[in-house]
Every structure is written in structure tokens, then in C-alpha cells.
């Protein structure tokens, strides 16, 4: 029992410790960021602002050069960051010059987190930006 309470105090300070050494700043709304690996990720809605309902998120995807990738998986995920279980995903859809895009349904107005997944040859690039929905 002794080193059981032991382990678990070892544990609970060093989440603690992870806690403390990890950024807590946020996504900018529909901006652009760019990865470790060049690729630059950015999100933009239709409408625009966004609203609840039926929303097309669109993600343009640039290599370093600025130039558009075109044989990239793109993967959409969102959810409520107030309201547990609301949650929407799915595949996008190559547009052309490295825009992707899907159609899905943000139900409900507030905060979406909006994570897009970038698969690209054995690179796989995730950004998440905060939506505000009205």
C-alpha cells in the first residue's frame, strides 16, 4: 500500500511537471499557421462568419515555397468546447490549388475547436483553430 500512494504522488508530479512545460496559448480564429515541416495550414469558412447549421470549412494547404499541395489527405474534426459530445468529422475534398473542403453541420452557436489532420507522404501535419460560432 506504501508504495502505491508513493507511485501515485510520483505520477500526479510528473503531470504536473508536463502541465507546467506546455504551451497554453490558443489558435488564432481562422489564421494561418505554419508547421514544423513547412506546411502552412489555413482555415476559412463558408459563411463567413461562421453560423450554426450547415457550414463549409475550407483548409489551403502551402508547402515552404508558398506553392499549393495537392496530394495531401486532409481530415476535419470539430467539436464544442463547451458542450461535451458535440462533436462532427470527416474527410475533405480536394478543390484544386490546395484547397480542401467539407460541408458539415456546427449545431450549436459558441467555441468549435477545429482541428485539420495534413497527411502528406510519411508527414502527418495537425493544426487546431478556435472557432467562434453565432
Known amino acids: 500500500m506504501r508504495y502505491f500512494v508513493l507511485t501515485l ?3 500526479a ?8 512545460c506546455t504551451d497554453s496559448s490558443s489558435s488564432p480564429p481562422n489564421g494561418e499557421l505554419e508547421t ?5 495550414v489555413s482555415l476559412t469558412t463558408m459563411p463567413d462568419p461562421p453560423v450554426n447549421g450547415s457550414i463549409e470549412l475550407v ?5 515552404a515555397q508558398g506553392q499549393p499541395v ?4 486532409v481530415f476535419f474534426m ?5 458542450m461535451a459530445g458535440m462533436y462532427t468529422d470527416g474527410q475533405g475534398i480536394a478543390q484544386g490549388q490546395g484547397r480542401y473542403s467539407i ?3 456546427l449545431s450549436m452557436s459558441g467555441s468549435w ?3 485539420v489532420q495534413v497527411n502528406q507522404g510519411g508527414l502527418r501535419t495537425l493544426e487546431e483553430f478556435n472557432l467562434g460560432v453565432e
Open 70 to 73: 495537392e496530394d495531401a489527405g
Open 59 to 63: 483548409a489551403s494547404v502551402m508547402d
Open 9 to 11: 504522488i510520483l505520477l
Open 36 to 40: 514544423s515541416d513547412g506546411i502552412n
Open 13 to 20: 508530479g510528473l503531470l504536473f511537471a508536463l502541465a507546467a
Open 103 to 105: 460541408v458539415t453541420d
Open 78 to 82: 470539430a467539436s464544442h468546447t463547451d
Open 113 to 115: 475547436k477545429v482541428t
